[in-house]
């Protein structure tokens, strides 16, 4: 009889997984702004520079239904597997769980036996998420030790509290709500944890009927939208402390904790100060046996010709940052954050998270500047940096253009049209394009990424 090994893509530690082999296929969701006609898709795109294909599509499945807003997707299992109170290692990483966060469906894709040709092999209508959860609009997937966790911004009816759901990880059957005791917690956006502290993270972005037809001015400049972060204690599913960063910082997006399960601490986006337009980072972590949270980095907004400007921001004259997403590599050092407004893609080592340093810095579209890729540099580019994701190693950096279709429109007027490119990162800090990379995608528009075995915001881990 042969001896069952875990799935060789999982690693108890950030460490050995950085020694992992190269990606050679990127996952891509593309979404269709229109609603109507072509459904969303899913794309293999080829990573592997040695090959004749290198940054091409290779594989697309399209969804068989129109309207999804296919959002941030995940692995069915990863390296959390391996840990040590819920171990279940002989569980293949094969299967991506992707959100529909318009439609509220979610499709469970096998990327097996051929990753070139993935295929649905279950559909969880919205009508079962209801019943099962009384959640609706899913948003993001992270697979844990014991099974799958889902979380949702809303219910049936558009109104909150969003919050996070189960999945059985054999099944794919809805659980229902993880949560025992919410507390105070209403709004919901992203959610990640702390294995080594029995912590969960979530932050707060609307109900849905406040972004589904696009930000909604009167609630952004009245401080409608969310500005807490939310503790909780992930084994026991209850809320324990909510941490403030004031009424002006609107739209606390994406958290990324320390990969080293011993390190007590993590990086939250948020897109905008009603203040002055700028974006900032903020550090939570623990202080005697409590958590705080304390801005690390404060990214100003650009002055610009307000005959350039879309609507929305005219009266401001300037171009606001808008973070709307961060990645850290494995190692823990590199801080990567996506300028979605002004078009800069910035790498800081954050070795002291308390500290940060600008280490590199680029630009890619942008509402006003309009940046070019080196592979074609007479060619304006729209959109900007957006979901963006950092290989195992931390040698290559993927980012695309697309947030939210309706969002889209609000701050780029003439469309997006999607792109999808590739960095290069020095091993020391700095960056650069690989000006080989540069996928241009028609009609459809590039949202979130996950790298073939692995990335920097799929796996976690138990061991340091």
Excluded at 207 to 231: C, Q, R
Excluded at 310 to 317: A, Q, S, V
């Amino acid at each position: 009889m042969p001896l069952l090994r875990p799935d060789p893509t999982f690693y108890p530690s950030p460490k050995l997984a950085m020694q992992a082999p190269p990606e050679k296929h990127a996952f891509v969701t593309l979404l269709n702004p229109k609603f109507k006609g072509r459904p969303d898709a899913l794309t293999v795109v080829d990573v592997d520079p040695a090959s004749s294909t290198y940054s091409q599509v290779v594989g697309q499945l399209d969804m068989p239904n129109v309207g999804d807003e296919l959002h941030h997707f995940g692995w069915n299992a990863c390296s959390s597997c391996l840990c040590p109170y819920a171990p279940h290692p002989h569980t293949e990483r094969r299967y991506l769980v992707v959100p529909g966060l318009r439609s509220s469906r979610l499709y469970i894709i096998d990327t097996k036996p051929d990753i070139r040709k993935p295929k649905i092999v279950k559909t969880i209508e919205p009508q079962e998420l209801a019943a099962r959860a009384n959640y609706s609009r899913p948003h993001t997937v992270h697979c844990g030790p014991d099974g799958i966790f889902v979380n949702a911004l809303g219910t049936p009816q558009g109104e909150g509290p969003g919050g996070i759901f189960r999945m059985d990880p054999e099944t794919f059957d809805v659980l229902g709500q993880w949560e025992l005791d919410r507390g105070p917690q209403y709004f919901a956006y992203d959610f990640w944890w702390h294995l080594g502290y029995d912590t969960l993270i979530t932050s707060e972005w609307g109900t849905p009927k406040t972004f589904e037809n696009g930000l909604v001015p009167d609630v952004l400049l009245n401080s409608g939208y969310g500005h807490n972060l939310h503790i909780w204690d992930l084994r026991r599913r209850r809320h324990r402390q909510v941490l403030d960063l004031g009424k002006e910082h609107q739209l606390v997006f994406e958290l990324r904790p320390a990969h080293d399960p011993t390190k007590a601490y993590g990086f939250v986006g948020v897109v905008i100060s009603l203040k002055d337009l700028s974006s900032s980072i903020w550090l939570w972590h623990q202080s005697d046996g409590s958590w705080t949270i304390k801005k690390v980095i404060e990214i100003p907004a650009e002055p610009a010709d307000p005959g350039k400007l879309p609507p929305l921001l005219k009266g401001f004259k300037a171009v606001p940052p808008l973070v709307t997403d961060i990645d850290l590599s494995l190692d823990d050092r590199f801080l990567y954050v996506s300028c979605w407004g002004t078009g800069e893609f910035i790498q800081y080592d954050v070795s002291d998270p308390f500290n940060p340093k600008k280490t590199g810095s680029l630009h890619l579209g942008g509402i006003v500047r309009r940046a070019a890729h080196p592979k074609n540099p007479k060619q304006a580019l729209n959109g900007g940096p957006q979901m963006v994701e950092v290989s195992r190693d931390g040698r290559r950096v993927y980012f695309t253009n697309s947030l939210y279709s309706v969002i889209d429109e609000q701050f780029y007027p003439d469309g997006v049209k999607g792109w999808m490119v590739k960095v290069d990162a020095k091993p020391a800090g700095g960056m650069a394009f690989d000006s080989n990379f540069l996928l241009e995608v028609d009609e459809l528009r590039p949202h979130q990424v996950r790298l073939e075995g692995g990335d920097c915001s799929t796996d976690s881990f138990c061991f340091p």
